[in-house]
């Protein structure tokens, strides 16, 4: 088995997740509740990598974040920071390419609170931070799992986004949906078996275990 | 217009809330005329029942009192012995938010943090105050309010009258100045809902503040009003004791 990829799809995963909880959360707040007329724009920006094929969003990428780009060559010249064909990179495009399936189950999440329950703690006294903190994601816990799941797993099993970003760099972007490509291609059937059962495998455990939980959150009354 | 009872007259604290409101709150389409609320009225301290039909006005006028909605234009203030807290003004671009006017408001369906105990939720507006005050002020309102023994529960683990108490409980023990509630009672029977109305009463006597109660039972209105504001069409109909309904041939007399 292919550890390297293994390890390596797995840590872009745990990433990817991370960051996208960071930025899905005040994302998908404002989506929820800002009364903006334009927001209709930002909510279709979101969703566009749902419909756009990881080729589109890989294309522009290079092409904006590339060395000869116009966010790239500022990056490199302030930073040195170079993202085609490294790690940093596939984590910047792999968010994008997410974020609806972040973003998406928080806002379902955040609209379903009963807004008088957001008023309630308002009129007690509380922020706007600690309704937040106390009532409106302690209501969306289950949605929020759905959002670090769904980011986790959709990152695991990308694929063109990360061969246009990331090329194939053993260690550094080649990850395990690569990994599979390349033993096909190389009709070396046995290795890809192995990897690609891996990630069937691992992938209907980690879904199992967020069905479970939702359930269980379920039934002790998280959910309203 | 504007009787005051005997028991308000010995009131302690001469609070008052003045009220000054015009708010569309439904738009005139396809020929159904639209609504607007448009009244100048004062609320006393005690209990005063806000009075009249669905579609009044009553929860509209309760949500720009409390916050919730902004007014269209006027004022809403509260008078404390020559003192004045404005919450609202139109004219002076003055409009405090919910969580920094201290009113208290219970709405009809409750809103108890159905993820938190409730113990948890009384103590909820009380984040300012160290652990063991919290516990103790906690501890006063629910004996007050007789749920001493619900603590750990859930809410959806306490009955329907249950409910209403430590609504009332959440809300009362965070010493609120101004006491809005919208129908609180309108879900339980005759013998809960009278012995709730004692408790309410009992702080009342107590605590004098400004309590406007929605109600568009009359029975109620005659046995907990102190004063009444009887609301038609977004305006204020009549006002003065409880007895000026029956002018008012409401149907259930």
Redesign the interface.
């Known amino acids: 088995m292919n550890w390297q990829a293994i390890i390596l799809t797995l840590r872009l995963a745990l990433t990817v997740s991370a960051v996208l909880v960071i930025i899905g959360l005040p994302l998908a707040y404002w989506i929820a509740f800002s009364r903006r007329r334009w927001k209709f724009l930002v909510e279709s920006l979101v969703a566009m990598p749902l419909v756009l094929p990881p080729t589109v969003l890989g294309f522009y990428f290079l092409l904006l974040l590339g060395r000869g780009g116009a966010v790239g060559a500022w990056l490199n010249r302030i930073f040195g920071v170079t993202l085609p064909f490294t790690f940093a990179g596939l984590v910047v495009a792999s968010v994008l390419y997410s974020l609806p399936f972040a973003v998406q189950p928080l806002v379902a999440g955040f609209a379903s609170v009963?807004r008088?329950?957001i008023?309630?703690?308002?009129?007690?006294?509380?922020?706007r931070t600690?309704t937040f903190l106390?009532?409106v994601l302690?209501?969306s816990l289950t949605h929020l799992i759905t959002a670090v799941v769904l980011s986790f797993a959709h990152t695991l099993g990308e694929f063109g986004v990360v061969l246009m970003v990331g090329g194939n760099i053993p260690g550094v972007t080649r990850t395990i949906s690569i990994a599979i490509y390349d033993d096909v291609q190389a009709l070396n059937y046995a290795s890809a078996n192995q990897n690609a059962l891996f990630l069937l495998i691992f992938s209907f455990v980690i879904l199992s275990l967020v069905y479970a939980l939702n359930r269980r959150a379920f039934f002790i009354?998280?959910v309203? | 217009m504007n009787q005051v009872s005997p028991l308000q007259e010995k009131a302690r604290a001469a609070d008052r809330l003045l009220l000054r409101i015009t708010k569309q709150f439904a738009k005139a389409r396809n020929g159904a005329a639209g609504f607007c609320l448009d009244l100048n009225a004062t609320v006393l301290a005690g209990i005063t029942i806000l009075f009249g039909r669905s579609g009044a006005g009553k929860s509209t006028l309760l949500d720009c009192i409390a916050g919730l909605l902004p007014p269209d234009s006027g004022r809403v203030a509260l008078g404390s012995e020559g003192e004045e807290t404005v919450f609202f003004d139109s004219e002076k671009g003055v409009n405090i938010t919910p969580a920094q006017r201290r009113i208290g408001y219970v709405f009809q369906s409750l809103a108890l943090f159905p993820h938190l105990t409730v113990n948890a939720n009384v103590e909820y507006g009380l984040v300012r105050l160290d652990r063991e005050q919290r516990r103790q002020r906690r501890a006063e309102i629910l004996q007050l309010f007789h749920c001493d023994s619900l603590g750990e529960r859930k809410p959806d683990e306490i009955s329907g009258g249950e409910r209403q108490r430590v609504a009332l409980a959440r809300t009362l023990v965070t010493g609120p100045r101004i006491l809005l509630l919208d129908e609180p009672l309108s879900a339980l029977d005759v013998g809960t809902k009278l012995k709730i109305l004692e408790d309410l009463q009992a702080w009342n006597r107590r605590r004098r503040i400004p309590i406007l109660y929605v109600t568009h039972s009359p029975a109620e209105a005659m046995r907990l009003g102190e004063n009444v504001i009887y609301l038609e069409d977004g305006g204020v109909l009549a006002q003065g004791k409880p007895e000026i309904l029956r002018q008012y041939a409401v149907d259930e007399f």
């Open positions: 009963d008088k329950l008023a309630a703690s308002a009129l007690l006294g509380a922020s600690r106390r009532v302690p209501l009354g998280t309203q």
